[in-house]
């Protein structure tokens, strides 16, 4: 049953998924998280780093859409400035903001990927919603208010996952 929060994929950061791995897999835009997925949830603005990530993904012609449950002024003062759509407020786990994102890209379910560290919004969000999920470490250690009751129950559903071995990575 909580096989909903197993991700498809799990790297070590984003900058562990390439264009070209997702072009080879058909993949045509990303639908990613924001705070603990791009920078840490307490930094205002996109790092260099980041901002050539963006860069690469364009040149490939892969589509971008930040998909946040943060309020407006976070998601819209990150993404502005980067040219990247977005939409704010999007209460993940909740399909709406999902199917939003990718009729906004005029791709199809198939051609999308959904990237968070979170289970309990990002992965189960996407799986429900029938996308290819990855789930990426958290960039910080520390998380927003909200977020700290969400990890308990995360914890208790990964250590699950890895003791059923379907979740390994080293840490
Ligand atoms: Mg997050």
Redesign the pocket.
């Known amino acids: 049953m909580l096989e909903i929060f197993l991700p498809n994929e799990h790297v070590k950061s984003i900058f562990d998924i390439t264009p070209e791995q997702l072009k080879s897999k058909g993949i045509k835009g990303i639908i990613t998280?924001?705070?603990?997925?791009l920078v840490e949830?307490d930094r205002p603005n996109a790092t260099p780093k980041l901002i050539s990530w963006f860069e690469e993904l364009k040149k490939h012609n892969i589509l971008v859409t930040i998909v946040s449950n943060n309020n407006e002024a976070r998601v819209k003062a990150f993404a502005a400035p980067l040219q990247i759509p977005f939409i704010f407020m999007a209460k993940k786990p909740m399909t709406k903001a999902f199917k939003r994102a990718l009729r906004q890209m005029g791709i199809k379910k198939e051609e999308a990927v959904v990237i968070?560290?979170?289970l309990m919004?990002?992965v189960l969000g996407g799986n429900l919603s029938g996308f290819h999920t990855i789930l990426v470490v958290?960039v910080s250690q520390s998380d927003g208010f909200m977020?700290k009751f969400n990890r308990l129950l995360e914890r208790r559903i990964l250590n699950w996952l890895r003791k059923k071995g379907m979740l390994q990575w080293e840490d």
């Open positions: 998280d924001l705070d603990n997925t949830w968070g560290d979170q919004t990002d958290p977020t």
